[in-house]
């Protein structure tokens, strides 16, 4: 009987030991499910950003591009132009 007794007896720690600790976690509980929002918010904001910047990136890349075409023309006008001067001066 007296080892009933104490398994009573620590079941019954253990259940008050259990409640505790979910009386914490209640109360923590919140504050994460509000971090884990403030979290998703800041996710989508920044994969919105990310989406917005990698659009202006292609933009850029094609202005680059359109730049360097423009410059190969420009070299390729001098060589002409150089050319001409060169052969009037013979």
Same mark, same amino acid.
């Given at each position: 009987?007296?080892?009933?007794?104490?398994?009573?007896?620590?079941?019954?720690?253990?259940?008050?030991?259990?409640?505790?600790?979910?009386?914490?976690?209640?109360?923590?509980?919140?504050?994460?499910?509000?971090?884990?929002?403030?979290?998703?918010?800041?996710? #989508?904001?920044?994969?919105? /950003?990310?989406? %917005? @910047?990698?659009? &202006?990136?292609? $933009?850029?890349?094609? #202005?680059?591009?359109?730049? /360097?075409?423009? %410059? @190969?023309?420009? &070299?390729?006008? $001098?060589?002409?132009? #150089?050319?001409?001067?060169?052969?009037?001066?013979?």
């Amino acid at each position: 009987m007296l080892k009933k007794d104490e398994n009573i007896n620590c079941l019954q720690i253990d259940f008050e030991e259990s409640t505790k600790q979910l009386t914490i976690m209640k109360g923590i509980l919140p504050k994460v499910f509000g971090e884990r929002d403030m979290l998703w918010e800041r996710v #989508k904001q920044c994969s919105e /950003e990310n989406m %917005l @910047l990698s659009a &202006e990136d292609n $933009i850029l890349k094609k #202005k680059i591009e359109a730049l /360097e075409e423009d %410059l @190969l023309l420009k &070299e390729g006008q $001098i060589t002409i132009l #150089k050319d001409n001067l060169g052969n009037k001066l013979f």
